[in-house]
DNA sequence: CCACCCGGTGAT
DNA sequence: ATCACCGGGTGG
C-alpha cells in the first residue's frame, strides 16, 4: 500500500511559484489577490506592489520594537521647545533598545543612538519608477556607486532626516531645494 | 560652502 | 549574496 502524502504535486501543472513567495507572507496580501484577481490595472498593481513591501518592514519594525532613528539631534533646535518631549521620548527608547542590544551590541547602535536607516517613502515620483535610467553615474558604476538611480532617489531620502516627531510644522527649509545632482 | 563620490555596513 | 542609506572625505 502507498501512501498519497502530497498531493498536490501530482498536479502537475504549473502551480504559481508566488504562492511559496506567499507563504511567508501575511495572509492579508492573499486575501487581496483573491478579491482582485484580474480587474487590475497596472498602476493599482503598482502600488499594491509597493505597499506590501512597506508592510513587511512595518511588521518586522513592529516585532523588534525598537524605531526610532535618531540623526544627529544635538543641537537647540529639538531641545528648547519640544524638549520635555524629546527627553520622555528617549527614555522610551532606552527602554526599548536595552532588550535590542542585548541581541546587537556588537553593532553600530549604540545604548542610546540606534542609527537605523531610513526607508525609501514608495509613493514620490522617484520612487514609483521602475527601471533605473542607466545613464546617471550611480547607473554606469552600479557595482561600486552603492547608490540608487539618481532618478529613483526616494524625495523624502534627500530631505534632512527627521529628529523627531513634530507637533507642528515648524520646520524651516534654510535655502532653496535640493535637486539631484548630475541632471 | 556645496555637490559629488567612496565605501562601511544595515537590511533583506 | 545584493541593494542602497548615509557618514565622511574631497575638489571646486
Ligand atoms: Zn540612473
Ligand atoms: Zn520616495
Known sequence: PHLQQSSEQAGGKGSPPEITLLNSEFDSKNIFRVCEPVSNTSLNNIEVEDIEQLVKCIDAETLILNSGYVPALSSDLGKSTLGSVGVSLNLVQDNLSNSTEA????????????????????????????????????????????????????EELKKPPPPITLPFEVRQRSCKLSHSFEA
Open 103 to 154: 541581541v546587537e551590541a556588537s553593532g553600530p547602535y549604540s545604548l542610546k543612538n540606534p542609527k537605523k536607516k531610513r526607508r525609501r517613502c514608495g509613493v514620490c515620483e522617484p520612487c514609483l519608477r521602475k527601471t533605473n535610467c542607466e545613464e546617471c553615474s550611480c547607473c554606469r558604476k552600479r557595482k561600486t556607486s552603492h547608490r540608487i538611480c539618481k532618478k529613483r532617489k526616494c
